[in-house]
């Protein structure tokens, strides 16, 4: 179950990096446009602080900072409320990435050769989220898990008089 389980976060891992690939090429190519390049996204740092958030999954479920296909990684026992929190990070991130491809796919803003290949698009976001539906169900035995460790935060939009 253990390799099976490391596939399943790889594979969600994966499919995220190509958004954050394409990212940075259009940022090294001077293709994204200057409202994305703004937000830093497809940047070092970007990348840099994406990994500090996989690192913190793969510590708290394997206990080793460095998760590889094939490394014999056994889960530890982490408290799920906190597991479900990290993995929630990590993915905010990997949809930030989603939802700026997707934006710049409805304003017509992505080049050609990221049209080509089908990214940022509503298949591509099931695809990706088919993998952490696979991946929840492994760990925690429920497909959803987003909110189910520290609820959203919630806003009053009219205060309440009393």
Same mark, same amino acid.
């Given at each position: 179950?253990?390799?099976?389980?490391?596939?399943?976060?790889?594979?969600?891992?994966?499919?995220?990096?190509?958004?954050?690939?394409?990212?940075?090429?259009?940022?090294?190519?001077?293709?994204?446009?200057?409202?994305? &390049? @703004?937000?830093?996204?497809?940047?070092?740092?970007?990348?840099? +602080? !994406? #990994?500090?958030?996989?690192?913190?999954?793969? /510590?708290?479920?394997?206990?080793?900072?460095?998760?590889?296909?094939?490394?014999?990684?056994?889960?530890?026992?982490?408290?799920?409320?906190?597991?479900?929190?990290?993995?929630?990070?990590?993915?905010?991130?990997?949809?930030?990435?989603?939802?700026?491809?997707?934006?710049? &796919? @409805?304003?017509?803003?992505?080049?050609?050769?990221?049209?080509? +290949? !089908? #990214?940022?698009?509503?298949?591509?976001?099931? /695809?990706?989220?088919?993998?952490?539906?696979?991946?929840?169900?492994?760990?925690?035995?429920?497909?959803?898990?987003?909110?189910?460790?520290?609820?959203?935060?919630?806003?009053?939009?009219?205060?309440?008089?009393?």
């Amino acid at each position: 179950m253990s390799a099976e389980l490391v596939d399943l976060i790889l594979a969600e891992r994966e499919h995220a990096s190509l958004w954050w690939g394409v990212l940075n090429h259009m940022r090294i190519n001077g293709e994204m446009p200057d409202w994305v &390049r @703004a937000k830093g996204a497809g940047s070092d740092a970007d990348h840099d +602080q !994406s #990994l500090i958030e996989r690192r913190a999954v793969s /510590r708290a479920m394997f206990g080793t900072d460095d998760l590889q296909a094939g490394d014999g990684a056994s889960p530890c026992a982490p408290d799920q409320s906190i597991l479900v929190d990290l993995f929630e990070v990590q993915r905010d991130r990997y949809l930030d990435w989603w939802t700026l491809l997707n934006e710049m &796919r @409805a304003r017509k803003q992505l080049p050609g050769w990221v049209l080509a +290949q !089908s #990214l940022g698009n509503g298949p591509d976001h099931d /695809r990706w989220t088919e993998k952490t539906a696979e991946t929840n169900q492994a760990i925690f035995g429920r497909r959803r898990v987003r909110h189910s460790a520290t609820p959203p935060p919630t806003e009053t939009i009219y205060p309440l008089k009393g």
